[in-house]
């Protein structure tokens, strides 16, 4: 990480856990822990939990996010959530193209870059998911897979609205597998995002976004990865669901 250019950030991923009464208290636990955190700590909650969240952590710096968000402002999306209606209730953050939205519920990279433009647009702060797939590394892939996700995603936003992305490398083979990339392996990845981004925009821009980790980060293993020049944070899945795990990995940010 290198905080004179840019700010590290870690987020919870909580996917599809919690009621809203436990993510109350989950919140609760997760406050007092955190407290003097030298990073930027978010908790990415289900749409249910929204309002409960943004209310739990109200004098605190705990942000709340959303996992995810329709690029139209109202209209015949049954089951969609507008940027709207996060906004209103105080959600600052939202997680778009994860690889189980992709994998799952069809989500491509127009779609994404959809669902960035109207989040930049209504004042949130996207956290943009791209990796890899096993078979792709396998194939040494990688790099193609990553830049052609990035410039897709990224279509369109300007220099400008890139302060306000965050964008997360999530090697698909290692979310909720239990395996990690290497340190190495997060870096040289991480390192060729914000290349990526020097050529679409230039090196000070590059160098000014957040690029995080995700792929199964946890408390055994953040130091670690967070000590890379180019992992800036990480969006963390199951480790986010135990205060005492998750603030472990938010005081290796720090």
């Given at each position: ?24 208290a989950l ?22 939990d929204l ?85 792709e590394r ?117």
């Open positions: 990480m290198d905080k004179s250019k840019r700010k590290a950030i870690i987020a919870g991923n909580w996917k599809m856990n919690k009621t809203p009464s436990e993510a109350k919140l609760e636990e997760i406050k007092p822990l955190v407290a003097d955190a030298d990073c930027e700590v978010i908790a990415c909650v289900p749409y249910v309002a409960v969240a943004v209310e739990a952590v109200k004098g605190s710096n705990v942000k709340i996010g959303a996992e995810n968000v329709h690029w139209e402002e109202k209209g015949a999306f049954t089951g969609e959530i507008s940027t709207g209606m996060l906004k209103e209730i105080g959600v600052e953050y939202v997680v778009l193209g994860h690889s189980e939205r992709r994998q799952y519920f069809g989500e491509t990279d127009e779609t994404v870059n959809k669902r960035t433009k109207a989040a930049l647009a209504a004042g949130l702060k996207p956290i943009v998911c791209v990796g890899e797939l096993l078979w396998e194939c040494d892939i990688t790099e193609e897979v990553i830049a052609r996700q990035i410039k897709l995603d990224l279509w369109d936003v300007t220099e400008d609205e890139l302060k306000n992305v965050v964008i997360a490398y999530e090697p698909v083979w290692a979310i909720g597998t239990g395996k990690t990339a290497t340190a190495d392996q997060a870096e040289e990845v991480c390192a060729f995002i914000r290349a990526q981004l020097a050529k679409l925009y230039n090196q000070e821009a590059a160098d000014a976004v957040t690029i995080q980790y995700g792929g199964s980060m946890n408390d055994g293993n953040a130091d670690e990865l967070l000590g890379k020049a180019d992992v800036d944070g990480g969006l963390i899945g199951g480790a986010s669901l135990v205060a005492e795990k998750f603030a472990a990995i938010v005081k290796a940010a720090g």
